[in-house]
């Protein structure tokens, strides 16, 4: 009789344990062991326990393959999650971990492999290959795919998915590949959150801090009397300053106090909640007829316009893609938007300031061109026009369709093409958590025809949509790359550029820990292009996910280590630098209203002279809708209490020794990469810490 040792990890979340029957046999290349009930219900599988057990077997089952786990009901139906189970076999000294980190929901029963990160090439064995095969039948029938060839169970159909067109091929499954909107990015098909299965769902103290939140920061400003205040305008600009309470940072603050100066604005420019649309400026656009001596008095001395642009020094905001999109109507009133140009230059006194802005694209009589000689309010209006816009550009392309959206085709097709035992599922893992419920929620509660963007955001409704499809149908994966995007934008030798600078060193450091973690499980180029598993996940991306963007510049297949690497080095940059960069700060630039408005509720100036206090504040977001943008700001940008930080792996998904190694060099290069920067904002007025290690999430969670 030959006797295994076995620990069982239960998850450490709020009611990840179980009363049921909990079964486990243990699967070896001579045979299987005894089926071993393992405790009395009740008794063990608590929260957070690592529970000890025996399992005995008439005869050495030799190599260990496999862990089945089987739960079946005692009482009440009670969901277990299992973190991992360890098998140290009769005369030898190291325990075997199979991860395993999903829930166990029914009377059910999952068989789950040693934690060695194995490619289809690694496997040879009938029951380990049978294994693979059906675990992706499974998955694939949770997350199918409906495909041209595939006539079973088809219906040509659309419905209306609160308020947007639901596209949807199959009726017979409930998870798959589904256009949300046509020029747009596919995702996961659930009309809510509760239809996703429960390993990807939020943990219960997640979904309860997430639902508290909001509510909270809206009672705050309830209790104040200002939340209910429909259609009010504020009287004056100090009376945003009645919306600060208990909600407040230190840059918000900050903000309050510089947000008129011109300087600060184009700090903003670079290291505010959208800091990837600053380009430079070669030539005027032809559309945006500045002459010099309209900016000669912004300028150094002994200089003009001509010599500053052939130097360098000018730069622009277009947002030309804003033009003629829908605009909101809320409670009745139409609101407005538009589409700025903003020249900045680059000061020799290190100053990065606006120096002309034109509100419409097409110029004339009624589209001015304002300027920082201008009367004081006209300027100031125009600027915050600007900001305005930037509202629009940062919530929806910068953060929903960059990061959001884009990242959530890497997750389906993670799910439905790789195995957990493949290395590049095990690496994707971490930085795939909670990400498809977030989406989902945004979709039904922030976009939907009853969102949140739809009550407040002058580009609710349809305009967001079409605002969306813009970006996306010029999105590159080139622009998706740091070492591309900078140089592409001309904004390499930019100084104070803090957003790039984090950027590039994060960038970095992704890069050689991917590069080494594929180099582990790839000898070389052959091994990638071999691999059927990964050449199915980058089809499915490709072809898939991305199906309406030929353009895109993403091949349908891996040929290279080199392209591997790169492509999941921007996975992963885009689930956690970039999404910190466009979310964390969101409260920070946006809570003071008048700097980063969501909606205006009059059409921008035509006449400079015409600009009176009394128009601002009839312009400017109303009490309510200043309320709303002000909460929904918190409660998405805050830090969130179970934030995992970049390069730190709760669930140890790999198990060997040499990738453990390339793990914890990577966390040594982050801790190095957060000294410099602390170093770097040292004695700084205003900090940029958006991008420290340890503030960044390993993925896309709020």
Same mark, same amino acid.
């Given at each position: ?9 239960? @998850? ?29 219900? @009740? ?31 005692? /009482?009440?139906?009670?969901n ?16 075997? !971990? ?27 064995? $009938? ?12 998955r694939?029938? +949770?997350?199918?795919?409906?495909t041209?060839?595939?006539t ?15 596209? *949807? &091929? &199959? ?14 990015p ?17 943990d219960?103290?997640?979904?309860s ?79 945006? $007829?500045?002459? $010099? ?21 000018i ?14 109507t ?36 009624? +589209? ?25 550009v940062f ?33 994707m ?10 989406? &989902?929620?945004?979709? +039904? ?34 622009s ?22 984090? *950027? ?32 199915? /996940? ?30 999941? *080095? ?22 003071w209203? $008048?700097? !980063? ?21 009839? !312009?400017?977001?109303?009490?309510s ?40 060099r ?16 040292? @004695? ?19």
């Amino acid at each position: 009789m030959e006797v295994y040792t076995v620990n069982v990890a239960t @998850g450490t979340s709020e009611y990840s344990g179980t009363n049921n029957y909990i079964y486990v046999t243990l699967v070896g290349e001579k045979g299987e062991s005894e089926r071993t009930l393992l405790d009395n219900p @009740g008794l063990d599988f608590c929260r957070g326990a690592v529970d000890q057990y025996k399992v005995t077997s008439p005869s050495h089952l030799g190599a260990l393959l496999l862990v089945r786990l089987e739960k079946q009901r005692y /009482w009440l139906e009670d969901n277990w999650f299992c973190r991992y189970v360890t098998v140290q076999p009769p005369g030898e000294d190291k325990a075997l !971990t199979f991860p395993c980190y999903r829930w166990l929901i029914g009377d059910i029963k999952v068989e789950i492999r040693e934690g060695t990160a194995k490619t289809l090439r690694d496997d040879s064995l $009938p029951q380990l290959l049978a294994h693979r095969k059906t675990e992706l039948q499974e998955r694939q029938t +949770t997350y199918r795919s409906h495909t041209p060839n595939d006539t079973t169970n088809t219906l040509d159909m659309s419905k209306v998915f609160n308020g947007f067109m639901l596209v *949807s &091929c &199959c009726v017979s499954l409930s998870f798959r590949w589904v256009t949300w909107t046509p020029g747009m990015p596919r995702c996961i098909d659930a009309k809510t959150e509760a239809d996703l299965p429960q390993d990807v769902r939020f943990d219960n103290e997640k979904r309860s801090d997430f639902e508290h939140s909001l509510h909270y920061a809206l009672l705050e400003l309830s209790l104040k009397k200002l939340a209910i205040s429909f259609g009010k305008s504020w009287s004056d600009l100090d009376d945003f300053k009645r919306i600060f309470w208990k909600l407040r940072s230190p840059i918000a603050e900050y903000c309050m106090e510089h947000w008129k100066e011109d300087q600060f604005f184009g700090y903003q420019c670079m290291n505010g909640s959208n800091p990837r649309m600053i380009q430079r400026c070669k030539k005027l656009p032809e559309n945006f $007829p500045v002459v $010099p001596n309209m900016v000669q008095s912004s300028m150094a001395p002994r200089t003009n316009l001509d010599k500053e642009l052939k130097a360098g020094n000018i730069y622009l905001l277009d947002y030309a893609i804003m033009d003629g999109v829908p605009t909101n109507t809320i409670r009745g009133k139409p609101q407005y938007i538009a589409a700025p140009l903003c020249l900045l230059y680059q000061h020799p006194d290190d100053r990065f300031i606006p120096i002309a802005i034109q509100l419409e694209q097409t110029p004339g009589l009624d +589209t001015p061109i304002f300027l920082p000689r201008d009367p004081p309010l006209a300027w100031l209006l125009a600027k915050m026009w600007v900001r305005h816009s930037e509202f629009q550009v940062f919530q929806l392309l910068s953060h929903l369709l960059r990061t959001h959206l884009v990242i959530e085709v890497f997750c389906v097709a993670t799910l439905r093409q790789l195995p957990a035992v493949h290395p590049i599922y095990k690496l994707m893992a971490p930085h795939l958590r909670y990400t498809l419920e977030i989406n &989902c929620r945004g979709r +039904t509660q922030l976009l939907s025809s009853t969102g949140i963007f739809k009550r407040v955001v002058s580009t609710g409704g349809e305009g967001l949509v079409i605002l969306a499809q813009r970006e996306y149908k010029g999105l590159t994966y080139r622009s998706l790359q740091p070492p591309n995007d900078f140089p592409d934008r001309g904004v390499s030798q930019l100084p104070n550029y803090f957003y790039r600078d984090h *950027s590039l060193m994060l960038w970095e450091a992704i890069l050689s820990f991917v590069s080494g973690m594929v180099g582990l499980y790839y000898q070389s180029d052959h091994d990638v292009q071999e691999d059927l598993e990964l050449q199915a /996940w980058i089809r499915d991306i490709s072809l898939e996910g991305f199906a309406e963007l030929p353009k895109f510049g993403l091949p349908s297949k891996l040929s290279t280590r080199e392209e591997l690497s790169t492509l999941l *080095s921007v996975a992963i940059f885009i689930s956690s630098a970039q999404h910190a960069a466009t979310n964390n700060g969101q409260f920070d630039w946006c809570a003071w209203v $008048p700097n !980063t408005p969501c909606t205006m509720r009059l059409p921008h100036p035509t006449d400079k002279d015409a600009v009176t206090m009394e128009m601002i504040m009839a !312009t400017l977001p109303d009490v309510s809708q200043s309320c709303v943008q002000m909460a929904i700001t918190w409660h998405l940008g805050r830090a969130q209490p179970d934030a995992i930080p970049l390069g730190q792996y709760t669930e140890e998904h790999f198990t060997e020794g040499r990738a453990q190694e390339v793990i914890d060099r990577f966390t040594a290069e982050l801790k190095e990469i957060e000294k410099h920067i602390m170093s770097q904002n040292e @004695g700084l007025e205003l900090q940029y810490l958006f991008l420290l290690p340890s503030r960044i999430e390993n993925s896309i969670t709020i």
